[in-house]
């Protein structure tokens, strides 16, 4: 008979970002990064599989029915005083489960190495703002930053809507109404949490993921009604956001929705995880800051990729931070090396990288000089 309980307890212990429960192997452990298997334990076995998927749906018929209906199931299980997002899926008609531990600290804004125009962005009385990244690259933890930064300094009602809620949040300063989404939870999709918060007088709106159209459209018309509306996309740059945006939308209908999105969206956020020299996990931020240069671009018949880097380039006296720039400076201040620094970026842009490693090394040595003598 598996031991669940001592597979949670090691994650624990070992600081994991994620347990996976896959058949035929050892359950392993995602720590900084690294897959590793916990020794100790045998390999999994089907039946160890359906021991291990009951004891996560604990009889819940709701859950039980999704899972049948839609081979997939999301949803959270507290173990002690830590919290664990839960995703079962099918491999080869077997149960795979996939665990993502929640810390019931959430780290401070200033730990997490997001730059401060993100924070001041959160002041804006309405529009977009989207954090974007791959999966696993700490979107759900920048955000929940985001809303404790706004709870603690400001007097808004926040509604959050999440598949499944994550951290938990209680008032402060702010009002905080938490949704979970999917059947048998608070609201049955996206989309339809988005519409109804404009009859629940928010004044900051949380989308866990903009995943389609509907969704899309419901943020927009929340954003233009008056409200500030946050989102997550699973995109990897500023410029593949903007295209995933307008690519929601039939041809027709596109040139209409770039006038919206250039008016309405104030910020991107844009951010990766790389293992630091330290073995801790850096986060490398690429931030858009909508100015009337970005808003021009958007509007465009053709959205130009390298028209929008550029401007994001040009533009860091308003916020803006190229992906280059901050790559350079994790370098010069010896968090990442060289050879990670060029892997995020493509080969025609590795020079620009050196050039703008030379110009801050530069830069840090006159600073250096200058404060040394007085």
């Keep these: 008979m598996i031991n669940i309980d001592k597979i949670l307890n090691t994650a624990i212990e070992k600081d994991a970002s994620d347990v996976h429960l896959i058949c035929g192997i050892k359950p392993n452990l995602r720590i900084r990064r690294d897959l590793i298997p916990i020794e100790e334990c045998d390999i999994l076995t089907e039946e160890d599989m359906m021991e291990i998927y009951d004891y996560f749906v604990r009889g819940n ?11 997939k199931l999301d949803s959270s299980y507290e173990f002690g005083e830590i919290r664990f997002r839960v995703n079962i899926s099918l491999s080869d008609d077997i149960p795979v489960v996939t665990l993502r531990l929640i810390k019931n600290v959430l780290p401070k804004y200033e730990q997490l190495g997001v730059p401060d125009i993100v924070r001041r962005t959160m002041s804006q009385p ?17 955000l929940n930053a985001l809303i404790n930064e706004i709870n603690e300094n400001q007097n808004k009602k926040i509604l959050t809507l999440e598949s499944p809620v994550e951290y938990k949040h209680s008032c402060k300063k702010s009002i905080i109404v938490q949704k979970e989404v999917g059947v048998g939870k608070d ?6 949490g988005v519409k109804n918060c404009l009859r629940e007088d928010c004044d900051i709106l ?6 389609d159209r509907e969704t899309m459209e419901a943020a927009i018309e929340t954003a233009e009604a008056g409200h500030l509306v946050i989102g ?30 250039a008016s309405l969206l104030k910020l991107v956020l844009s951010q990766r995880l790389l293992k630091g020299r330290d073995d801790s996990l850096v986060l490398v931020p690429e931030v858009m800051v909508v100015d009337n240069t970005v808003a021009g671009i958007i509007r465009k018949d053709k959205i130009s990729v390298s028209e929008i880097e550029d401007a994001i380039q040009s533009s860091s006296e308003k916020g803006s931070i190229g992906l280059i720039n901050s790559l350079a400076e994790l370098f010069v201040n010896d968090k990442i090396t060289l050879d990670q620094a060029k892997a995020q970026i493509e080969e025609k ?12 090394k530069i830069k840090k040595e006159n600073y250096h000089k200058e404060n040394t003598n007085y």
């Design 187 to 192: 609201c049955l999709n996206y989309s339809d």
């Design 206 to 211: 949380i989308i866990g993921e903009i995943r």
């Design 61 to 71: 018929l709701d859950k039980d029915t999704v899972f049948k209906e839609t081979k």
């Design 232 to 261: 997550t996309l699973h995109t990897k740059s500023c410029a593949e956001t903007i295209d995933r945006m307008i690519n929601f939308y039939d041809v027709r209908d596109q040139q209409t929705i770039k006038y919206l999105v």
């Design 349 to 360: 842009n590795i020079e620009i990288l050196n050039r703008t490693i030379m110009q801050l």
């Design 126 to 142: 309405q529009g977009l703002v989207l954090v974007t990244g791959k999966t696993n690259s700490g979107k759900t933890t920048t």
